[in-house]
């Protein structure tokens, strides 16, 4: 008898094992998962460096969910709705102004706490190819 259990203790570890690889590649967003990180050219892909070593992705996610600032993923080309009520459509001229002068467009909800940056204009526009590129369909 507990021969058998045994042998039922272990068939049950080897599908906890499986379920188990299962998730984490699904998690990972390896094959099993349900979405995948975008191929990002060479300008966009050196704007996703630039927010991380400038400290933008500390507020600013790059995978859905808000945080102390909006998500960049999907902002490109949605609706944005500004703390005076005005909406403005995301495009490359509202993110490029946003990103230099953070004060001049508040965004509804959130407080202006992005710092005035010494960014150049080649690097806003790394930024912005980025944050393009996080919604390709829009793009």
């Known amino acids: ?18 379920v188990f690889v299962a998730l ?10 349900s979405e995948t990180a975008p191929v990002l050219s060479a300008t966009a892909e050196a704007g996703k460096q630039l927010a991380v070593n400038k400290g933008c992705a500390s507020c600013h996610v790059f995978y859905g969910r808000d945080a ?18 005005t909406v403005v459509v995301a495009d490359e001229a509202y993110l490029t102004k946003s990103i230099k002068d953070p004060w ?15 960014l150049t204009d080649a690097e806003v526009a790394q930024i912005v190819a980025y944050i393009k590129e996080l919604n390709p369909a829009k793009g």
């Open 1 to 18: 008898m507990q021969r058998r259990d045994r042998g039922t203790v272990r068939g049950w570890a080897g599908v906890g094992a499986v």
């Open 24 to 33: 984490l590649v699904a998690c990972s967003g390896g094959s099993g998962g």
């Open 68 to 85: 102390a600032g909006p998500t960049w993923k999907g902002l490109y080309g949605s609706k944005v709705t500004l703390a005076d009520d």
């Open 104 to 118: 001049s467009q508040k965004v509804k909800g959130y407080g202006t706490i992005m710092p005035r940056n010494k």
